[in-house]
């Protein structure tokens, strides 16, 4: 990648990995990281420090089918170029599948709309395929659906889902849950989730908490009640990691990138309730 004029590209990446030997997104000292691989590579491809902003930062063992990230270079860019090339430095368990140039307003993080994750289980009495192993969790094959689906649709709207997650300090757990339901093809059963934004271990947890009602230990009005709480609660189970997949982030138009960024940024709270539930 050559020297250009010196102005400085932004350039966003659509990303896929297999999150199973990475200890989750971010970089950590001494860790297999997907951050950490990536911007090594990308380091030694642009002979100089690429730090990486990311779109949704995934736990151990949680996958991605559609990623994305941004970085800033001065250096010449060609997008099909940089593919083709990150396919040879990068281990076979993470993917550069697209990089183009981006508004300076783009941010990965904070200029999206909302996220999209998929949550795989199979009810095959044998449980998972091998080849599908890694990203398919095995559940009881006689999981009620239909209740699943009733459960999931009580979740939807502008709530506080601080019993769905693990809270971190000065962080609000107030999210828009926009899409949650259950497709079954054959044997295999997907939850489709999406949102605004999501906070820590939340997907997990509000598959853990539906799979409860499927599996006939919960009532669907159970996971609906859930929202009066204000901490994290014990009662939820958190389902395994290998069955998330982060599928798809959507963006605004060029034009409402900064309005989206300062809108991001803003605390946000349920009516009648206080900034953190």
Known sequence: MGAADGAVTRVRLDIAYDGTDFTGWARQPGLRTVQGVLEESLSK??????????????????????????????????????????????????????????????????????RHYAYRLTTAPYGALPLSARGVVACRPGVDVDAMRDASAKLLGLHDFAAFCR????????????????????????????????????????????????????????????????????????????????????????????ARNAQTREMRTVPGRGCCG
Do not use: N
Not at 82 to 107: C, G, N, Q, S, W
Not at 182 to 210: H, I, N, Q
């Open 45 to 114: 491809v642009y002979r100089e420090p690429v730090q990486l902003t990311v779109a949704g930062r995934t736990d151990a063992g949680v996958h991605a089918e559609g990623q994305v990230a941004h970085f800033d270079t001065r250096a010449e860019f060609d997008g099909d170029k940089l593919v083709h090339r990150m396919a040879r430095f990068l281990p076979k368990d993470v993917r550069i599948t697209a990089a183009r140039v981006a508004p300076p307003e783009f941010d990965a993080r904070f200029s999206a709309i909302r």
């Open 167 to 258: 809270r971190r300090e000065g962080a609000t757990t107030v999210r828009e849950l926009q899409r949650y339901d259950w497709v079954r093809e054959g044997d295999l059963l997907t939850a489709y989730v999406s949102a605004d934004a999501f906070c820590w271990s939340m997907v997990r947890s509000l598959v853990g908490a539906v799979l409860a009602v499927g599996e006939g230990r919960r009532a669907p009005d159970w996971v609906a009640g859930l929202l009066a709480e204000t901490e994290r609660s014990s009662a939820v189970t958190v389902a395994p990691a290998h069955g998330l997949s982060l599928i798809g982030v959507d963006y605004p138009a060029d034009a409402d990138l900064a």
